[in-house]
């Protein structure tokens, strides 16, 4: 007993002792069936084996001792509560083994239902249900799903023999079969077993439920679900949980069925009754969609005590997660069970009207309403749809399951989808149904369209939690994969791989040809205000989504405490960048004002014989940049912009080495002359190659060796401010060095800048107050950063580069080289460049902040980098307190949502459900 009593972790929990919040050591599926039965609902009782189990069976092969012992005692417990014994021949309890992670994962192992049935137990329980022809099916079911999930067996020598046994017999579905079919398909399924295993089908039940413990542990890194978790950005350090659960039994003939519903429409967010009923099946039967189902309103015509009691507890629910739940339910002989709920999954578009509806109904605060959606749906709303006045040929129609539009050419399987969209295709997959197979094409397909499923069917559910259109249930097509053709029957047409369709996820259509697409309704909200994007919406519901939207921005955008600004480099950016709700712009590159017809200037720069040379090049271009200046301060009149002196290396500005190598080598062969400046020029090139240009002359560096090109930079900014001020326009310029490593480099710029926007003032006689500040995109600069802050206005962190030298690596190189093995052994659990890495780059963001503002109380810090648009990176910024974040044009409606989510602190579950635990280790 010592080493019992003495032992840390408990390894397993009964479904009484835990509750919705232990996701991560219950997992999402385990959390929710203890919350479920202490708030006293119908479910079958079992237990929990939590995710450490799973981290320490992975980490050391095997299952924990302790682990044995535990699930001993918490099986007595269950057999106690159901006066029934696993394994007893007579009267056997039955339970199926259930995976569940944190996150919902459909790349993982599948449930394995009525564990505990063998040769002997299968007679028990014919005996005691009445029911012959149910145990065997039951036991039948148990070798085949056994045999799949837990020992491998290709899945298909079960599907052959049971549909061998039934077209022998003339059958036309399942609900045929004898009870004597079954018995010969047992006896086929075991052979099957020990055919390709060399070992029989185990009759022990806690073997066979040991072993699907184990098994479901082990599908935790199956490829399928690394991938699943790459996409997602789940950790791989997390771990599933496993709940092993008393079955009850939908397929018990008739007054027995199983069910999925949602407490409102997960497509639309309207409340009501949406669900899928299946009458005489095991829950596997609903999703797989091998039969059509019934709707939730004929189950109240069937069974109208199990149809109220199931929407009593709907409602419970709703009320008591205060939000759409989706749940799983088995009828047994007019005895409600449930076996499943959680916070469903939903539509972008759902999630902004579930959340408004949510506060109209008063069941939750405006804040929560904010906390309830994400930036990721928001962008999936600003994505465009089909051009509704554009001529369309409709082929055929189906249930629309996963919004949006999609346009591209149709793939029947994987290999086609990634061939083609390798090759540069926009593909729509299509497939009779799909399962978790098919998730890689699902992924790099635009569009998703199946023959069959209903919207709870595993495309359905799979595509809307990727935010991919999707279309289920075209009974009018006919997928043959082989064949490479599908069917139109309502058209009597034949359609190829590689023919162009269009499918619309919100209306079910399916459309002939490429079908030409325009603004949604929400972008035009957001870029031309509340009455322009009611005006696009064209019907109720569209119009109710854009007023939840609009509802939702309001109040993101008066709590939050970030100001967003945007990156922009061309006036037409910054003119979408400000009907985007961007505040400024953050980082204007001026890189592109060297190049084209410029680029000779440059040259010229390079290859002048002495200063007075190199002076008139410096000259020449301050008018063509100014102008530039002039164009983009217009466009932001009355807010700021942020430009940054050049950063790359001068040789980006030259002709590639290699190239002006060969093309002087060909002349000179061809006998043509090269001339003096060629050879010179070719000299300079090679003079100025860089082995690590990332870490040579660039940034602040290039301006102190060359220091014409910073007052030709600061004079056109200044020339620019001073000709619309005159105008009587509004121009707030600020000037950032970027690439500073040391106070002195800044000093000695910003010297030189003061003197040259003095020296404007004095010629044009306009006063000019224009900030300058520094980026800090290096370690040395964050660790110094009281000694540059009293010489600095500002601090802009260029996450970019700050993560490449915070870990001295260069994201060109490294992204495709090695990255993926760091995410396989959870170095990260996303890219440190897509989301901030707290631990490291963050801490550095974090000190050079509070250094610098100890320094410098009225310096202004923001970030802009690309981490200033990542929903986790803005959450980050937000906890540190920096002023603002400034993202891509496009970016910017999601980060002022996340912004304000941000600041609204008491943050629901739902909400919290990503970033959190994305980041990197320490
Ligand atoms: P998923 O994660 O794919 O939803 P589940 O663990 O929920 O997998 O199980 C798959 C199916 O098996 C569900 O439809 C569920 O209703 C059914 N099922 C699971 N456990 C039981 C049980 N104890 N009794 C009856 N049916 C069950
Ligand atoms: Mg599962
Ligand atoms: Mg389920």
Redesign the pocket.
Known sequence: MKGIKQMTKKYVYGFSEGNKDQKDLLGG?GANLAEMTNLGLPV?P?FTITTEACRAYLGQGETPETLDVEVTAAIRMVETEMGKKLGNPADPLL??V???AKF?M?GMM??V?NIGLNDDSVHGLAKQSGNERFAWDSYRRLIQMFGKTVMDIDGDLFADALHGLQKRKGYAGDLDMTTQDLQQLVVEYKEIVKTATGVDFPQEPRKQLDMAVEAVFRSWNTDRARLYRRREHIPNSLGTAV?V??????NMGEGSG?G?CFTRDPSTGHSGVYGDYLENA???D??SGIRNTLSLADLEKIDKKSYDELRAIMDKLEVHYRDMCDI?F?IQRGKL?M??TRVGKRTASAAFRIADQLVAERLITRDEAVTRVTGDQLTSLLFPQFDRKAEKKLITKGMPASPGAAVGEIVLNNSQAVERTQAGASVILVRSETNPDDLQGMVVASGVLTARGGKTSHAAVVARGMGRCCVVGVDDLVVDEEAGTVYVKSQDTTYHAGDTIAIDGSTGEVFEGKVPVTDSPVKTYIAKGLEAGLEAAGDDDTRELVEAVDHIMTRADDKRELVVRANADTPEDARRAREFGAQGIGLCRTEHMFLGDRRKLIEQVILAKDKSEQEEAFKALVPLQEGDFVGIFDAMDGMTVTVRLIDPPLHEFLPNLTDLSVQLAVKEAKGEKVTAEETELLQKVRQMHEQNPMLGLRGVRLGLKLPGLIKLQVRAIANAAAKLKKQGRDPRPEIMVPLIGSVREMQIVRDMALEIISEVSAETGVELDIPIGNMIELPRAAVTADHIAPESDFFSFGTNDLTQTTWGFSRDDVESSFFDEYFDYSVFGTSPFESIDTHGVGAMVQMGTERGRKANPNIHVGVCGEHGGDPASIHFFAEIGLDYVSCSPFRVPVARLEAGRAAISNESELALERGAERNTTA
């Not at 659960?245 to 939908?250: H, S």
């Open positions: 599926k079958p079992g339970m199926s259930r995976s569940g919902s459909p599948e449930t239902l709940n659960q008393t079955m009850v039994f939908g199983t999925v095991q829950g596997e609903v999703v799983e088995t069970w076996l499943q």
